[in-house]
């Protein structure tokens, strides 16, 4: 009886052991890359937004319009929040919602070409997989 408990007590010291021992530390898991969208609008794209959107969608701009987005504060957003902002931007330039009539009458040389439209929605598309 001695030696089957004895046995018993070894292999699950065993087992224990090499639970523990296969187990990741915490350490580890925490050094892994994350995978979540980086909370910066990247350069190309800020210039964009810079010289087609900031005249009214800055701090300096129409309350109404930075009340929707402020690109003068954009990068401040958790990612979350800017991949959802990220993907409302694109959507209304698709349907040319923005810039306003207005100021497309006024700024024709700085309305958003196909080419930035499509490098913000590729944008967006990363920020939402």
Do not use: Y
Not at 84 to 95: G, T
Not at 114 to 128: F, G, L, P, R, Y
């Amino acid at each position: 009886m001695k030696k089957k408990l004895t046995i018993l007590l070894a292999v699950m010291g065993i087992a224990i052991a090499a639970a523990i021992i296969l187990m990741p530390s915490p350490a580890a898991s925490s050094m892994r890359p994350v995978s979540a969208p980086t909370a910066a609008v990247p350069d190309s794209i800020m210039k964009i937004f810079e010289n087609s959107c900031m005249d009214c969608h800055s701090s300096d701009g129409n309350p109404m319009a930075r009340s929707h987005v402020n690109f003068s504060d954009i990068n401040k957003l958790p990612p979350e929040k800017l991949a959802a902002k990220a993907m409302d931007i694109c959507k209304i330039l698709q349907k040319d919602g923005m810039p306003p009539k207005g100021w497309r009458k006024n700024n024709a040389d700085r309305i958003p070409t196909d080419k930035d439209k499509q490098a913000i929605c590729t944008w967006a598309s990363k920020m939402n997989p």
